[in-house]
């Protein structure tokens, strides 16, 4: 008797050993983008194809205070951020100086192995939608796409 009730409970730990461990090594979904903001700044990542099965990360970054909107990718083989290469909001929106502006953006699908990235400013209805591509300098700076530009909403009347 005294045998059985080692051989059940044997059998009883190793169920749950099995249990716990599959359940533990489920296969996980990488992430493919993340967006984050703190105070005059927006950061989204992406994935960017510089070439024939070859794959980087994209890092696009908006600077409120300069009115600028970054991009760049990583360098997986060496480990190193590329030059950055900017788009100036300010003359791309057509904002007058000094407004109060907001603005949103967060990546989307691959279009032709390229994220895209969709960037809004709040206060003046416009939307635009990026894209990098490697630039044909030799300098390993991206050069910024703009796709496509539209207002979401009819611009506010003037007093």
Known sequence: MKKMA???????????GFAATTSYHRSSQPAMAGNDRH??????TGQISLGVNLQSDCVW???????KLLGTTVDKNLGKIMPWSEVDLVQEFNIPPKQDVHFMMTTGSLIKGQTVLYLTEIKSGRFGVYSMTPAIDGTGRMRIFRHDATMFRPPPANP
């Open 6 to 16: 080692h051989l059940l409970w044997l059998a009883m730990g190793l169920l749950i």
């Open 61 to 67: 970054l908006l600077d409120y205070r300069a009115g």
């Open 39 to 44: 105070e005059d700044y927006i950061m989204c």
